[in-house]
């Protein structure tokens, strides 16, 4: 059950990721209403990584949830933000979802 509630905290990082993207090319109200997104799915993220370290090891815990965000993010940059997705930027991204994958494997 801790895995998939760290599987969640990692989703909402990179919502709060997505929050500060969508911050970044607006102005005025609507920015203030995507920092505020920001600051609700960092507060979410955050209190379900503190339940899901009550059991898991806190290094494999805070690596897998960063990797989530970072992948997650990586991907709604491309998708969303029309970032690059050349080769060497996919290559890093499979290694680092394969680093994410071993941890969990090798924490059980």
């Known amino acids: 059950m801790n895995w998939l509630i760290l599987i969640l905290a990692g989703l909402f990082e990179?919502?709060?990721?997505?929050?500060?993207?969508k911050a970044k090319i607006t102005t005025g109200l609507?920015?203030?209403?995507?920092?505020?997104?920001?600051?609700?799915?960092?507060?979410?993220?955050?209190?379900?990584?503190?339940?899901?370290?009550?059991?898991?090891?806190?290094?494999?815990?805070?690596?897998?949830?960063?990797?989530?965000?970072?992948?997650?993010?990586?991907?709604?940059?491309?998708f969303v933000f029309k970032e690059p997705?050349?080769?060497w930027r996919i290559f890093f991204l499979m290694t680092l979802i394969g680093s994410i994958a071993g941890l969990k494997a090798v924490s059980e």
Request: charged content about 0%; some cysteine; hydrophobic content about 60%.
């Open 14 to 21: 990179m919502a709060f990721a997505f929050c500060l993207g």
């Open 30 to 78: 609507v920015q203030w209403g995507w920092y505020g997104g920001f600051a609700v799915t960092l507060i979410i993220s955050m209190a379900l990584l503190i339940k899901a370290t009550q059991t898991l090891p806190i290094g494999t815990a805070y690596a897998v949830w960063t990797g989530i965000g970072a992948v997650g993010t990586v991907l709604v940059g491309i």
């Open 85 to 87: 997705a050349h080769l």
